[in-house]
């Protein structure tokens, strides 16, 4: 069977059901193929899911630290209810919901794995066997994501490790649990295990949220310590066992043994690219897809393939690896397609169409921990070495009259780094309980590059947590009114 579209989507995560989405209000006949679940990684194994496991520790968390409200907290979290709840988000693994949302958008799904077999070719083929020839008039959309990278320690793959997958769809917490990894998943994880009555055990080679201002990896690590996470940074493991009763043996470079039921392996990520027949199109499989800021994917000279036929959206093009930055690029992506099938223009139109230009250092990002950390842009390190000249301003969240009624004791950081000679933002970071809903105003103000003259007009509302804006203002100095 031979089927015809001007548009195929490969891969109906989130990212690729918004690339579809924009690609049919554009005009265009569109193909949306998944060999998997329809709504993808961020739906099922990730984003939701792991949201679902931490919130119940975050709501006690919170509870605690409030007079009046920490009397009646008297019992201990249930466990059950909790990966009931978790259980809703994801449907329980059906994706009955978004087959229904795919067909009312008027995209066509195509169930099976999709490989080149040629320029603006594919062939599906579905779980029975079966297959099906697709061709695109206009152009095809890569969009299937990264998997988990699986590090080279002698005995970890026949130990069977978790990856993000399996400790977001856990059906029982382990009694004692070893995370390898410093990053977002890693200290998402072991908060969420942590608060679910784990014994955890932190293993990173380095900092704790390298990526980050240094202070909210040393936060997030004393909460951790706080929890009962037994950390070892600076550590890798050097050997891994499972034995026949199924403990799982981690051996440290320095010798020490640690035992636990179950390890979550979460440092880093691979593209999804093995097994879609990029050779066929002069690609190199198993490699991340460059693109452009529209989305085209470009070959090894740096330009876009021959006919600008082929592009990469989300995780697998390596950009900004977050669903809501896939999303950004999927809405570019879908509009440059459907404007291109028209021969019309593709820069930024004042309606909504936009290439994907705030990845390169305008990307927002929060870690749902307890502090939560929420930044965007650049932190001070990474303006310094860019070239910047620059001016830190940090200021204490829990002296914000706002942060010490939600919370008693609140202790928190905010820092801004200001670009000197533009006088405007690079980037923001807030470190402390509930500060993911600071970030968007800091968003705003990074991309728009809003001048600090400007700012001091936001006025914040009093006795808010945003109040720490003005406080940032006025530690930075008067002379930015002027």
Excluded at 245 to 259: A, K, M, Y
Aim: charged residues 20%.
């Amino acid at each position: 069977m031979i089927k015809e579209f001007d548009l195929i989507v490969i891969g109906a995560g989130a990212v690729g059901e918004n690339v579809a989405d924009r690609a049919v209000q554009g005009g265009l006949r569109t193909a949306l193929v998944e060999a998997e679940l329809v709504g993808g990684e961020c739906s099922y194994w990730a984003c939701m899911p792991s949201k679902a496991l931490l919130r119940a520790g975050e709501v006690v968390a919170a509870a605690r630290a409030v007079g009046g409200a920490e009397q009646a907290v008297t019992g201990e979290i249930d466990v059950a209810a909790v990966l009931k709840r978790r259980d809703s988000f994801t449907s329980d693994w059906d994706d009955e919901g978004q087959v229904k949302w795919v067909e009312g958008a008027g995209i066509e799904l195509i169930r099976g794995h999709a490989t080149f077999t040629g320029v603006k070719e594919l062939e599906v083929r579905a779980a029975d066997g079966t297959t099906t020839t697709l061709k695109a008039t206009h152009a095809v959309v890569v969009s299937t994501g990264s998997t988990a990278l699986l590090p080279d320690i002698p005995g970890l793959a026949d130990s069977k490790p978790w990856t993000s997958r399996e400790a977001t769809s856990v059906k029982a917490i382990p009694a004692r649990f070893t995370i390898v990894g410093g990053g977002v998943v890693a200290v998402e994880m072991a908060t969420a295990y942590a608060t679910l009555g784990s014994k955890v055990t932190l293993i990173s080679r380095g900092a704790l949220l390298a990526n980050q201002e240094p202070f909210a990896g040393e936060a997030v690590g004393k909460a951790l310590g706080d929890l009962g996470v037994d950390i070892h940074l600076g550590q890798s493991p050097a050997e891994v066992s499972r034995d026949a009763q199924g403990v799982v043996h981690t051996t440290l470079e320095d010798g020490s043994v640690i035992d636990s039921d179950e390890i979550l392996v979460a440092t880093g990520r691979l593209p999804r690219t093995g097994d879609l027949g990029l050779e066929t199109i002069g690609l190199e499989p198993n490699q991340w897809l460059n693109t452009d800021d529209t989305l085209l994917v470009l070959g090894e000279d740096g330009a876009p393939l021959p006919g600008e036929w082929l592009y990469a959206t989300g995780d697998v093009n390596h950009r900004a690896l977050l669903t809501h930055q896939g999303k950004y690029q999927a809405r570019a992506a879908g509009d440059v397609a459907a404007a291109r099938a028209k021969g019309e223009p593709v820069h930024d139109q004042p309606w909504g169409r936009h290439v994907a230009t705030a990845d390169h250092q305008a990307v927002p990002q929060v870690t749902f921990t307890e502090p939560q950390v929420a930044s965007i842009g650049m932190t001070a390190a990474a303006a310094e070495k860019a070239g910047y000249r620059t001016k830190v301003v940090d200021y204490e969240i829990g002296n914000v009259a706002g942060a010490a009624v939600h919370r008693d004791g609140y202790a928190g950081t905010a820092r801004a780094v200001v670009d000197e000679d533009k006088k405007v933002l690079l980037g923001v970071t807030f470190v402390g309980p509930d500060v993911q809903e600071l970030l968007h105003s800091a968003t705003v103000a990074v991309v728009g590059e809003v001048p600090l003259h400007r700012l001091w007009h936001a006025v914040p509302s009093y006795p808010t947590i945003s109040e720490v804006w003005l406080r940032l203002l006025e530690t930075y100095g008067r002379d930015a009114s002027a």
